[in-house]
């Protein structure tokens, strides 16, 4: 079975047990506030297993996220492949969604750093984006810490015209280059 290991984190594959606190993040205000809607208990399930068929196409995908101390869920980070046309797709995407409780404590970018480790490393990548609503300041400030640059904005084309989170922000790192 797949994983990464980080000092405090655990990014493995998901199980039938991680469909409830993921619900709850899903449906969590706070945590959804750059999404545009609140996740319904089947549309999170359906989220998770859309997440297990990328896994089984790409052998890569969102990984469930648990700490190592008391192997609580806490959310999802790893490498994705948007399903949607813009001026950089096709292109691989690293993203992460925690449960607020475990936000400001380092975990998003612990896990992500791990995250562009293994898509550099293992999976051969050469670059990786990330993408995030222009207003959530705290998903760009992760960005920025593990190094990644800022590149452009874009109207998201899933988003309808005028929606408020219409406008977003790309960012992007190239596999370092190692001598």
Request: glycine fraction near 6%; hydrophobic fraction near 40%.
């Amino acid at each position: 079975m797949l994983k990464i290991l980080t000092p405090r984190l655990k990014l493995r594959e998901w199980k039938e047990k991680d469909k409830e606190p993921f619900f709850k993040l899903n449906s969590d205000p706070r945590v959804m506030e750059f999404m545009p809607k609140l996740l319904s208990k089947q549309e999170s399930d359906s989220f998770v297993e859309r997440i297990k068929t990328h896994f089984r196409d790409y052998q890569y995908g969102l990984f469930a996220v648990e700490l190592i101390e008391d192997k609580s869920f806490i959310g999802f980070i790893g490498l994705s492949i948007p399903k949607f046309d813009a001026f950089f797709t096709p292109c691989v995407e690293i993203g992460w969604r925690l449960a607020y409780d475990y936000w400001g404590k380092g975990y998003a970018t612990e896990g992500a750093k791990a995250s562009l480790d293994y898509g550099f490393q293992e999976l051969g990548l050469s670059e990786i984006v990330s993408f995030t609503a222009s207003q959530n300041v705290r998903s760009r400030k992760v960005m920025e810490r593990i190094n990644m640059k800022y590149i452009d904005e874009f109207n998201h084309p899933v988003l309808p015209k005028g929606h408020p989170l219409e406008k977003h922000v790309l960012y992007k790192i190239l596999q370092p280059i190692s001598y």
